[in-house]
Antibody, heavy 122, light 110 residues
């Protein structure tokens, strides 16, 4: 069974960089047809896709966050990572990593991590 | 303001049928991109519930069904049960915005 687990600091100061890692187990991150994505959910609010990466390094980002987001992949560790720069309180959210199917006109998230709360505060 | 519009809340009594709508536009649902639905139980991560408008992943009861009409999609839940109380999100692809979610609908089982 595929499992994803987010890890990283739960508290980040304003203007600093949020960094999270997702570790994939039970399957290879290098499997074709699948991207690996980050989605966030501010407290009490809806879901927002941040961006996704293919094992080759190809990335797609939400245009509204693109200037601040970098997603990278480490196939040797079966991990992918998120960096979000210049954070503000508006970036406080539960951050989820997920497997992202992007093929044949189909764009969906079929496996999710449990999520990790990141609070932006001084 | 979400690209995909859902009602903020719906409710129903056990045993009843409820539907949740997801309205898009010409750059997403109207452009032919599939709609998927996720169920988020309280305190949990979202879970894929319906894919490609009406497909059900293994393990999802057939009480859950999906459909499409023009630039909208709908999720129907029959024989409502207390355990169905959750937030439900639709998701699609938008030609200008990439992957997009609806604002979510809170289902209350009375």
């Amino acid at each position: 069974q595929l499992q994803l687990q987010e890890s990283g600091p739960g508290l980040v100061k304003p203007s600093e960089t949020l960094s999270l890692t997702c570790t994939v187990s039970g399957g290879s991150i290098s499997r074709s047809d699948y991207y690996w994505g980050w989605i966030r959910q501010p407290p009490g609010r809806g879901l927002e896709w941040i961006g996704s990466i293919y094992y080759s390094g190809t990335t797609y980002y939400n245009p509204s966050l693109k200037s601040r987001v970098t997603i990278s992949v480490d196939t040797s560790k079966n991990q992918f990572s998120l960096k979000l720069t210049s954070v503000t309180a508006a970036d406080t959210a539960v951050y989820y990593c997920a497997r992202h199917l992007r093929t044949g006109g189909r764009y969906l998230f079929d496996y999710w991590g449990q999520g990790t709360l990141v609070t932006v505060s001084a | 303001q979400s690209v995909l519009t859902q009602p903020p809340s719906v409710s129903g009594a056990p045993g009843q049928r409820v539907t949740i709508s997801c309205t898009g536009g010409s750059s997403n649902i109207g452009a032919g991109y599939d709609v998927h639905w996720y169920q988020q139980l309280p305190g949990s991560a979202p879970k894929l519930l319906i894919y490609d408008y009406s497909g059900r992943p293994s393990g999802v009861p057939d009480r859950f069904s999906g459909s499409r009409s023009g630039t909208s999609a709908s999720l129907a839940i029959t024989w409502l049960q207390a355990e169905d109380e959750a937030d439900y999100y639709c998701q699609s692809y938008d030609s200008s915005l990439r992957e997009v979610f609806g604002g979510g609908t809170k289902l209350t089982v009375l």
